[in-house]
């Protein structure tokens, strides 16, 4: 299991990883970026928030919750 923080919001890349950044981030749930948005706007992954015009996040509760439901 991937460590999660217990509080706070998670960006699209800590999610979904990203083997481009330096070090490389793992999945924590291993989909493409283009499938995570279609489960986000289908009901399948939980919404995010809007924490300012161009940063999107979600809560850390959701994320285990969608993880636990696996």
């Given at each position: 299991m991937h460590h999660l923080p217990e509080l706070g919001f998670l960006r699209e890349?800590?999610?979904i990883?990203?083997?481009k950044s330096l070090p490389p981030k793992p999945a924590v749930i291993p989909?493409?970026?283009s499938t995570w948005w279609a489960g986000?706007?289908?009901g399948?992954?939980?919404q995010p928030v809007k924490l300012?015009?161009?940063i999107t996040a979600w809560r850390v509760e959701d994320i285990r919750?969608?993880?636990d439901s696996f």
């Open positions: 890349s800590d999610i990883g990203d083997p989909v493409s970026r986000v706007k289908s399948r992954f939980p300012g015009p161009r919750a969608l993880i």
